[in-house]
């Protein structure tokens, strides 16, 4: 392994840029590990370097001046987290030409200019990798492009923009359009300006770079017809609410004989689909395949850490198959014990067959607090001089609950073995 660190350079360093310095120094055993030589980022591009700013960038690491990025022989792949399609595309283009790969977290640029910059990236033998473009920490550009190489991609379809999804969750509700709006706003998941978001161009830029890649055909933001959700009235989610279905933005993009159908609208969708039960700012795409059928990915599509993640993983995809790093080799560097199951808490359902009988229930009490297991909620079926008890515990050591039930199953009121399921916690 070598200890020269190897030079990544941002342009920008606000929301994403700044948690991609912040997590590659957290993270920075792992990240040696996976490139095989330690990573330290060299410069970031700010409008303004003495801006006050809540990320704590090591003296010298910010500039004002793209050149000094640009020709850094140090600096081998430059993540562009600044946003924009001008001067983002003239500088993503010079990069290119001074041989460097750049991974990219900018939907917009890449949904005009994609032809231009992959030809380019291809032309000076670089990458262009843009996970981060699509849905922040969802790997659905990965998934698409590397694992479904033996699957004919026929359907993408799915809520790619959290702000929109979390204002009609609360429209379903019965909050009108300018009320959520305001609240989104407060909570930090609408901009000042909501444009791009609530008339569905967000939505209509990741559409775009998902059917050019599940397809392998060429699909910019002009081609893909957008409504959003500005011109939705609360009654019809209401109506629609009451009739069996949610309201959601739905991006899509087909493949039908006669080429691809793509496009972004409200839309019914049934509440038994998979699709309806996705609440407030998360994401979910779904693909759809021959030798697939069908897979949902659904996490949060937005946020700097969450965004951060994925440049970071672009990053990884670029430097750790150029070197020793463990995406060329083993990926085991450590060994963790296995943990007994008894060891971890989890809530249990219990099911008792007793004799309905005074006292019952606060012996299984006592017996339970004696091996400091909380229950939860009890219910009770009688029939015939005896009972059905169903008890669902709090979260508690298996090994603890499966004493305290072996106890309960000696008492003599009790009949037949207890019935014991695992609850899965909510969280
Ligand atoms: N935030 C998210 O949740 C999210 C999610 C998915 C994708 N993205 C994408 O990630 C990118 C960055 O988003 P962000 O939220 O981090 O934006 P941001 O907080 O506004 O940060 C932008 C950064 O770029 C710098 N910058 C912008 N234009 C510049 C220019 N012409 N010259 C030099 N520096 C310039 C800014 O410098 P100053 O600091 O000096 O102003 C700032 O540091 C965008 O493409 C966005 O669409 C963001």
Request: some cysteine; charged content about 20%; aromatic content about 4%.
């Amino acid at each position: 392994m070598s200890n020269a660190p190897i030079g990544i350079g941002l342009l920008g360093y606000g929301t994403v840029g700044s948690a991609v310095d912040r997590l590659l120094r957290a993270r920075r055993e792992d990240v040696t590990r996976v490139v095989g030589a330690p990573v330290a980022i060299r410069r970031a591009l700010v409008r303004d370097a003495s801006a006050p700013r809540a990320g704590a960038p090591a003296a010298g690491l910010l500039t004002e001046d793209f050149a000094v990025i640009r020709d850094d022989p140090g600096i081998a792949v430059v993540a562009e987290v600044m946003g924009g399609v001008e001067p983002t595309r003239t500088w993503m283009l010079e990069l290119f030409a001074a041989g460097k790969s750049v991974v990219t977290a900018n939907k917009q640029l890449l949904a005009r200019h994609g032809a231009e910059l992959f030809a380019a990236a291809e032309q000076h033998g670089v990458q262009l990798r843009f996970e981060a473009s699509v849905c922040a920490a969802i790997p659905v550009v990965k998934v698409l492009r590397e694992s479904m190489i033996a699957s004919e991609v026929t359907a993408v379809l799915g809520i790619v923009n959290g702000t929109t999804n979390f204002m009609l969750t609360a429209m379903a509700q019965g909050a009108d359009y300018a009320t959520v709006l305001a609240e989104a706003q407060r909570l930090g998941y609408a901009e000042a300006d909501p444009t791009e978001d609530v008339t569905g161009a967000d939505a209509a830029a990741k559409v775009a770079i998902l059917a050019s890649i599940a397809f392998h055909t060429r699909v910019t933001i002009d081609d893909v017809p957008h409504e959003g959700i500005d011109t939705l009235d609360s009654v019809d989610v209401a109506f629609a609410n009451d009739l069996g279905y949610s309201v959601k933005l739905i991006g899509q993009a087909r493949r039908v004989p006669a080429g691809v159908v793509v496009g972004v609208a409200p839309t019914l969708v049934p509440h038994t689909h998979p699709l309806s039960a996705v609440a407030g700012s998360f994401n979910a795409v779904m693909l759809r395949g021959d030798a697939i059928r069908e897979v949902t990915l659904v996490g949060p599509g937005a946020g700097g850490d969450e965004t951060a993640s994925a440049v970071i993983g672009d990053l990884m995809g670029v430097l750790g198959t150029s070197n020793s790093g463990f995406l060329r080799a083993d990926g085991f560097f450590r060994s963790l014990p296995i943990v007994p199951p008894a060891e971890v808490e989890s809530p249990l359902y219990l099911r008792l067959d007793v004799r309905d009988e005074p006292g019952v229930l606060a012996a299984i009490a006592t017996i339970l607090a004696e091996e400091a297991v909380s229950i939860d909620s009890v219910v009770q079926r009688a029939a015939e001089g005896r009972a059905l008890l169903v008890i669902v515990t709090h979260p508690a050591p298996e090994g603890a609950a499966r004493r305290a039930i072996a106890r309960i199953a000696e008492l003599a009121f009790c009949e037949g073995e207890p019935v014991v399921l695992r609850v899965l916690p909510t969280t």
